[in-house]
């Protein structure tokens, strides 16, 4: 199989908190890692792709200063949301590759972030 | 620019018939054609993928038909079951470039 799990699946957290979510493969090395957002009803937005031990590749008009992106190890990306509004408000949903060409995308259940 | 155009957004499908779901493409790089099924509240499931290399792949009661010329690819799923009932994501990919492109998603209903 190819899990990816992803905590916190929710988070209600006051404007202003920054807030971190972990994305992890449980059976298999992840070389590459996509954060996405998802709006209620509609597709999947890609907001950045993260290549362990490099800097994350953001996409156009994802602030990189706002969506910290973190590929530490194989296995393990984190996003931090940096002082989070209400507008941030959404649905962030994970997914991992393995190496080589043209490998599926295996998501996690995502995490749904309520910014009061 | 939309790269996967995706239909139709909505379909109502009685239980055992048909449900037929299209994608468009233009860019002739693409060379894997992933479907997703996404349940709310969950991430999209890997369904069932295609390479240009053949006209049709089938999985069960999935199955892919692409159009390489036409530059279309579509999702037909037979029986169709109330549990089938979710949102299904076409999606286009480059050799050797992981980078997807969705579709805009078609929520399924199936009806008992």
């Known amino acids: 199989g190819a899990v990816v799990s992803q905590h916190p699946s929710w988070v209600i957290c006051k404007s202003g908190t920054s807030v971190k979510i972990e994305c992890r493969s449980l059976d298999f090395q992840a070389t590459t890692m996509f954060w996405y957002r998802q709006f209620p009803k509609q597709s999947l937005m890609l907001m950045a792709t993260?290549?362990?031990?490099?800097?994350?590749?953001?996409e156009q008009g994802v602030e990189k200063d706002k969506f910290l992106i973190n590929h530490a190890s194989l296995t393990l990306s984190t996003l931090t949301v940096t002082s989070a509004h209400p507008e941030d408000s959404s649905f962030y949903i994970c997914?991992?590759?393995?190496?080589?060409?043209?490998?599926?995308?295996?998501f996690g259940d995502g995490t749904r972030l309520s910014i009061l | 620019q939309q790269q996967v155009k995706q239909s139709p957004q909505s379909l109502i499908v009685q239980k055992g018939g048909i449900s037929i779901i299209n994608c468009a493409y233009e860019n002739t790089a693409f060379d894997y054609f992933p479907w997703y099924q996404q349940f709310p509240g969950k991430g999209p499931a890997l369904l069932i993928a295609?390479?240009?290399?053949?006209s049709e792949k089938k999985e069960g009661r999935f199955t892919i038909s692409f159009n390489k010329s036409a530059k279309q690819f579509s999702l037909h799923i037979m029986d169709s079951q109330p549990g089938d009932s979710a949102t299904y994501f076409c999606a286009a990919s480059m050799y050797n470039f992981n980078k997807f492109y969705f579709g805009s998603g078609t929520k399924l209903n199936v009806k008992p």
């Open positions: 295609i390479r240009p290399d053949v």
């Open positions: 993260s290549n362990e031990g490099s800097k994350a590749t953001y």
């Open positions: 997914s991992a590759s393995r190496a080589g060409a043209t490998q599926p995308q295996h």
